[in-house]
């Protein structure tokens, strides 16, 4: 089984979606962990409510500093960084840098905020079935 890293700076979000997606649709093949440079005091809580309309449960998870997997040897490290600040992480056998936007940056109404959430959700599941999906 292939293990991947996914990495963005507060891992309250993209890369607490992607980790919890893979799990929950590739676990036959995958396993996926999530971490932060900086990371966040708590997950972002509609990040929890994207996920859990698409039948991904990550209630549970919390934000990791990417220190926590140091000297770990991780077969994928997929940074999900727009504003090119994602650590490097010397124990992954390849690197992808995939940019999705930063969830917290989203503004507006409650609805529209929920529909950026969503947007982004999506992109990052939809790559993901595209570029891990296949055997």
Not at 63 to 80: A, H
Not at 81 to 92: E, I, R, Y
Not at 109 to 133: F, H, P
Request: net charge negative; with cysteine.
């Amino acid at each position: 089984m292939k293990k991947i890293l996914f990495v963005c700076t507060h891992n309250a979000g993209r890369s607490q979606m992607a980790e919890g997606y893979v799990n929950a649709t590739y676990g036959d093949r995958y396993s996926a962990f999530s971490a932060g440079s900086e990371p966040a005091s708590r997950m972002n809580p509609l990040i929890i409510q994207a996920m859990q309309e698409i039948g991904v449960d990550i209630s549970g998870h919390t934000p990791k500093l990417i220190d926590q997997f140091d000297g770990i040897e991780m077969d994928l490290l997929i940074t999900l960084c727009d504003s090119g600040t994602c650590p490097l992480f010397p124990w992954a056998k390849e690197t992808i840098h995939q940019t999705f936007p930063d969830p917290k940056a989203v503004t507006g109404t409650d609805d529209e905020v929920m529909a950026g959430i969503r947007e982004i959700r999506d992109a990052i599941t939809g790559w993901i079935d595209e570029n891990l999906g296949e055997v």
